[in-house]
């Protein structure tokens, strides 16, 4: 089986950089693909950004392109998400997420999940 848990959350004002790690536990071969994705208050859970970690390719939402990277040291954990020139509304609370299925941002594709980290940006 495999585990997630993520740290690194906090409160920032805006323009400012958080740094979000998620270490993994379990088997390499459960986690072919490894995501980011957030949920804010009413709205559904979004990916955030992805990697392959066969060749390290990645894969960004348009709304993080340039300000965002995701990126994971050997063995694959720690996965990183370094998050630079943050904005009011990515304020949300933030998950890590492995799975063998497909590079992919959409949740369904995404076998385990951390419990999550809260991200606050303020204006």
């Known amino acids: 089986q495999v585990q997630l848990v993520e740290s690194g959350g906090g409160s920032v004002q805006a323009g400012g950089s958080l740094r979000l790690s998620c270490t993994a536990s379990?088997?390499?071969?459960?986690?072919?693909?490894m995501g980011w994705f957030r949920q804010a208050p009413g709205k559904e859970r979004e990916g955030v950004a992805a990697?392959?970690?066969?060749?390290?390719?990645?894969y960004y939402a348009d709304s993080v392109e340039g300000r965002f990277t995701i990126s994971q040291d050997n063995a694959r954990t720690p996965l990183y998400l370094q998050m630079n020139s943050l904005k009011p509304e990515d304020t949300a609370m933030y998950y890590c997420?492995?799975?063998?299925?497909?590079?992919?941002?959409?949740?369904?594709?995404?076998?385990?999940w951390g419990r999550g980290t809260q991200v606050t940006v303020s204006s």
């Open positions: 990697i392959y970690s066969n060749n390290g390719n990645t």
């Open positions: 997420a492995a799975g063998i299925h497909q590079f992919s941002l959409a949740p369904e594709s995404y076998n385990y």
């Open positions: 379990g088997y390499t071969y459960s986690r072919e693909y």
